[in-house]
Nanobody
Framework: QVQLVESGGGLVQAGGSLRLSCAASGNIFAADVMGWYRQAPGKQRELVARITRSGITNYADSVKGRFTLSRDNAKNTVYLQMNSLKPEDTAVYYC???????????WGQGTQVTVSS
């Protein structure tokens, strides 16, 4: 089992910035790939960004150039820096950890991000 503790989030005006953090504990060997998903009301959960242990990242097209995901392997923590936030970024953001085999997934409790126009 991997336990994920999220922090950050909140309310910000359009154009502002927020940083989300997610710390993994427990069976961290199963947290090869860590990242963030989000779910807006009435919509499906979607990938925001994810990163491997070696630092390879991929981003949703909607956040490229605005969001940056980084990872501190010594702290088993990932950071999502969100800049130039838009109202459409409003959602509950969930941290996710998976092994490279992708045969399991561990989720955080979610943190609300609200961007006002």
């Amino acid at each position: 089992q991997v336990q994920l503790v999220e922090s950050g989030g909140g309310l910000v005006q359009a154009g502002g910035s927020l940083r989300l953090s997610c710390a993994a504990s427990g069976n961290i060997f199963a947290a090869d790939v860590m990242g963030w998903y989000r779910q807006a009301p009435g919509k499906q959960r979607e990938l925001v960004a994810r990163i491997t242990r070696s630092g390879i990242t991929n981003y949703a097209d909607s956040v490229k150039g605005r969001f940056t995901l980084s990872r501190d392997n010594a702290k088993n923590t990932v950071y999502l820096q969100m800049n130039s936030l838009k109202p459409e970024d409003t959602a509950v953001y969930y941290c996710c950890a998976q092994p490279y085999t992708r045969d399991s997934a561990y989720w955080g409790q979610g943190t609300q991000v609200t961007v006002s126009s």
